[in-house]
């Protein structure tokens, strides 16, 4: 089984930035795509961003997702963060037609 273990959440400003970082407990095989969502308090889990096998950085807006240079890692920068950032973001990784999550991290953005 694998498991994808996350960390960086925590409490932060508004206007501030953060990185979460996301590690698989494998490197036997290469993640298809690895990917980051987020599930704010009573909203359903939405997308954050993907990054597909190979890719290195992409930036969309406020958000910056780039693989690692061990296998099957991943990273988000999120800056100038917002309050409605708030939320549990968790780590998604695709291999084939199977998916795995990882447990989340918390990112609270205070006012």
């Known amino acids: 089984q694998v498991q994808l273990v996350e960390s960086g959440g925590g409490l932060v400003q508004a206007g501030g930035s953060l990185r979460l970082s996301c590690a698989a407990s494998?490197?036997?095989?290469?993640?298809?795509?690895m990917g980051w969502y987020r599930q704010a308090p009573g909203k359903e889990r939405e997308l954050v961003a993907t990054i597909p096998s190979g890719g290195g950085t992409i930036v969309n807006g406020r958000f910056t997702i780039s693989r690692g240079n061990a296998r099957n890692t991943v990273y988000l920068q999120i800056v100038s963060l917002k309050p409605e950032d708030t939320g549990v973001y968790y780590c998604?990784?695709?291999?084939?037609?199977?998916?795995?999550w990882g447990q989340g991290t918390q990112v609270t953005v205070s006012s």
């Open positions: 494998t490197s036997f095989f290469s993640a298809d795509v």
């Open positions: 998604n990784m695709r291999v084939g037609a199977s998916v795995f």
